[in-house]
């Protein structure tokens, strides 16, 4: 299955992004989607989850900022973004867990920057 995201872009600090990814495959048996990032020099690392049961996960640093949701019946799952800071830059990347295996998206740039 392939991952599409979509929607990052240039924001200043305070502003606000929506990403949107969606499995090239509806039904396909997918158990969690998530999103993750990755900034200059730094290692890969967890954003936001959310389960086939809708229960979320949320990196420390954004909890209260973004929210993340997802439409299990169509493999699709968003990330809103909001009260965005520099050290949200990052290139973010759509991820889905399935029982089998584990894909990534192609990586969508978000840059905070006033």
């Known amino acids: 299955v392939q991952l599409q995201a979509s929607g990052g872009g240039l924001v200043q600090p305070g502003g606000s992004l929506r990403l949107s990814c969606a499995a090239s495959?509806?039904?396909?048996?997918?158990?969690?989607m998530g999103w993750y990032r990755q900034a200059p020099g730094k290692q890969r690392e967890l954003v936001a989850t959310?389960?086939?049961?809708?229960?979320?996960n949320y990196a420390d640093s954004v909890k209260g900022r973004f929210t993340i949701s997802g439409d299990n019946a169509k493999n699709t799952v968003a990330l809103q973004m909001n009260s965005l800071k520099p050290e949200d830059t990052a290139v973010y990347y759509c991820?889905?867990?399935?029982?089998?295996?584990?894909?990534w998206g192609q990586g969508t740039q978000v840059t905070v920057s006033s």
């Open positions: 959310i389960s086939s049961r809708a229960s979320t």
């Open positions: 991820n889905a867990i399935s029982p089998y295996g584990q894909f």
């Open positions: 495959r509806r039904t396909f048996s997918i158990n969690t």
